[in-house]
């Protein structure tokens, strides 16, 4: 690995394959393992303290979710988006969130509707600082508006589907927020799901949220090579 990963140790309060596995999991997302990197167990060894053990079945775990691979059995990379499978996720991503923004819409509580407003307000401000860590501080505030959208929508079992996908969409989300402006105009389309849901107008809510997955999803394409839109 070319540049070290910091602060990657794991803790002793939980399983360690959890640790370890939640570290990976980040440092994918934040591109610190770049898309196709070929992961050494001794070097993964090193950077969290972990045991090889714990490290291959964090692996296993990671290929599971999709955001590695061990292609024929020859080592473990991280994984390479692919335009079709993309393409797909975001037309699942559409449908589901748009559907949550209109559960959220019309039976969300005030606390939830509170928080939703909170955590639209850290978008706002991490999207306003312009350095090297802008695009991984609107990842995390999103992520967080994204939690509150699921939990309000209440929904349990789309609330399983939505966390699932999520961890696949982190990765895709990443490259969708380094396009320049792209995580401007991410802030001005939430707004408009937020102020639906304000309004308690749950089909514009829909699509809102709809609207703004399909505009992530051209950014990640033209990334990707692949010119296909999310319809």
């Known amino acids: 690995m070319s540049e070290p990963i910091r602060h990657m140790q794991v803790q002793r309060n939980v399983p360690i394959r959890e640790q370890v596995a939640a570290i990976l999991r980040d440092a994918i997302i934040d591109m610190r393992l770049q898309p196709g990197q070929l992961l050494i167990e001794r070097e993964l060894c090193e950077l969290t303290a972990a045991s090889r053990p714990s490290i291959r079945e964090a692996l296993r775990q990671l290929e599971a979710e999709g955001l590695v691979e061990s292609p024929n059995g020859r080592g473990t990379f991280v994984s390479i988006a692919d335009p079709v499978l993309a393409g797909h996720i975001y037309q699942v991503r559409a449908e589901l969130e748009g559907f949550a923004a209109e559960l959220f819409a019309l039976g969300a509580s005030d606390e939830l509707r509170t928080r939703l407003r909170r ?102 394409l033209s990334v990707l090579g692949d010119t296909n839109t999310v319809r």
């Not at 966390?163 to 396009?179: C, D, G, P, W, Y």
């Not at 995580?183 to 709809?210: K, L």
């Open 119 to 220: 955590a639209f307000a850290d978008i706002e401000l991490a999207a306003s600082v312009v350095d090297n860590d802008g695009a991984h501080s609107v990842l995390k505030a999103k992520n967080e508006l994204y939690n509150v959208l699921f939990q309000g929508a209440g929904n349990p079992i789309l609330d399983q589907m939505l966390h699932t996908l999520q961890r696949r969409v982190n990765q895709l989300r990443s490259l969708s927020l380094a396009q320049p402006g792209r995580p401007e105009q991410s802030v001005t389309e939430i707004r408009v799901m937020v102020e639906a849901v304000e309004n308690r107008d749950g089909p514009a809510a829909r699509a809102a949220a709809a609207s703004h997955v399909r505009n992530a999803a051209a950014a990640v």
